[in-house]
């Protein structure tokens, strides 16, 4: 099956602690994103990718760092420095690296920072 | 004033009923515009996709787009139970370097 996985689900960390979210895609897409959906806020842009070795921020960078070394995986960090860290995270990619080319979304993993 | 508003509801309705959602946006230069849906707990998936002004239908679903009033709109016709999710309507310039813009989304619940 193609598609969009990540893991795990449901996260649980300390204050103070990195943890890293995962996305892996077998589309072959070549722009992958990450967003942030808080109750109410709709989806936030965090960051996005639309080729291997490059990323660009998105509108809440601040605190949260990736990388893109493979084409298939864009992995999220979200760091010690990221105020507000609770919420659910979603990944997506699209086969176009334009913003109407439709984004496939991953089911999302849940943070929880206590 | 942000670029896209929303209602998030929630909205509840009978089976059956015709449900209209809503987004109005700030930005003139928006030219393409979607509506994505999504399940409790899931990621959002592509509904319906419009370019410009006009109608356009897919089964009971239907995507409306009024430049001149920066307004949008989904119908949903013979609404069932499986319609209830939350409803995202997003938007683009397409221009270089600029992403998808996301309203809030409103939440639907269709009742039998």
């Known amino acids: 099956d193609g598609g969009i996985t990540q893991s795990p689900k449901y996260l649980f960390r300390k204050e103070g602690q990195n943890v890293t979210l995962s996305c892996e895609q077998n589309?072959?897409?070549?722009?992958m994103y990450w967003y942030r959906q808080d109750p109410g806020q709709g989806l936030r842009l965090i960051y996005y990718?639309?080729?291997?070795?490059?990323?660009q921020k998105g509108d809440i960078a601040e605190g949260y760092s990736v990388s893109r070394e493979k084409k298939e995986s864009f992995p999220l960090t979200v760091t010690s420095a990221q105020k507000n860290p609770t919420a659910f995270y979603l990944c997506?990619?699209?086969?176009?690296?334009?913003?109407?080319?439709?984004?496939?979304f991953g089911p999302g993993t849940r943070l929880t920072v206590t | 004033q942000k670029e896209v508003e929303q209602d998030p509801g929630p909205l509840s309705v009978p089976e059956g009923a015709i449900v209209s959602l809503n987004c109005t946006y700030s930005?003139?230069?928006?030219?393409?515009f979607m509506w994505y849906r999504q399940y409790s707990r899931k990621g959002p998936e592509l509904l319906m996709y419009?370019?410009?002004?006009g109608n356009k239908e897919d089964g009971r679903f239907t995507a409306q787009v009024d430049k001149s009033s920066k307004y949008i709109s989904l119908f949903i016709r013979d609404s069932q139970p499986s319609d209830s999710a939350t409803y995202l309507c997003?938007?683009?310039?397409?221009?270089?370097?600029?992403?998808?813009?996301f309203g809030k989304g409103t939440t639907l619940s269709v009742s039998s």
């Open positions: 589309l072959n897409h070549d722009a």
């Open positions: 930005n003139s230069a928006f030219q393409y």
């Open positions: 997506a990619s699209s086969q176009g690296v334009t913003s109407i080319d439709e984004q496939y």
């Open positions: 990718s639309q080729i291997v070795n490059d990323f």
């Open positions: 997003a938007m683009t310039t397409n221009q270089a370097g600029t992403a998808l813009i």
């Open positions: 419009t370019y410009s002004s």
